[in-house]
């Protein structure tokens, strides 16, 4: 079992960038297939990275692609995701999420793939 604590959220313009951090407890980090996930008011929770055990293998949707940067330091138990160019549309609650797999270039993208969750962080951008 791993628990996650997401850290980074925040207030920013739009333009601008925030990293997010996602920190597991536990000592088997990198058997974990990692993502981010979002879900603003009223709408779906919707992947927006995914990276596989190894930090080899990385997804992401169209929404994110060229400005959003996934990343993992299994050595420190954390997922990280580099949000860059951030707009309006990209305020949400940001979930990071977890998922055992042997396959070690493995990603997954959607939620009904993840087992682990944490409580979210709240991610705003303004106008």
């Known amino acids: 079992q791993v628990q996650l604590v997401e850290s980074g959220g925040g207030l920013v313009q739009a333009g601008g960038s925030l990293r997010l951090s996602c920190a597991a407890s536990g000592r088997t980090f990198s058997s974990y297939a990692m993502g981010w996930f979002r879900q603003a008011p009223g709408k779906e929770r919707d992947v927006v990275a995914a990276?596989?055990?190894?930090?080899?293998?990385?997804y992401y949707p169209d929404s994110a692609k060229g400005r959003f940067t996934i990343s993992r330091d299994n050595a420190e138990n954390t997922m990280y995701l580099q949000m860059n160019s951030l707009k309006p549309e990209d305020t949400a609650v940001y979930y990071c999420?977890?998922?055992?797999?042997?396959?070690?270039?493995?990603?997954?993208?959607?939620?009904?793939?993840?087992?682990?969750w944490g409580q979210g962080t709240q991610v705003t951008v303004s106008s």
């Open positions: 990276i596989s055990r190894s930090g080899g293998s990385t």
């Open positions: 999420a977890a998922r055992s797999t042997s396959y070690s270039r493995a990603y997954y993208y959607t939620d009904n793939d993840y087992d682990y």
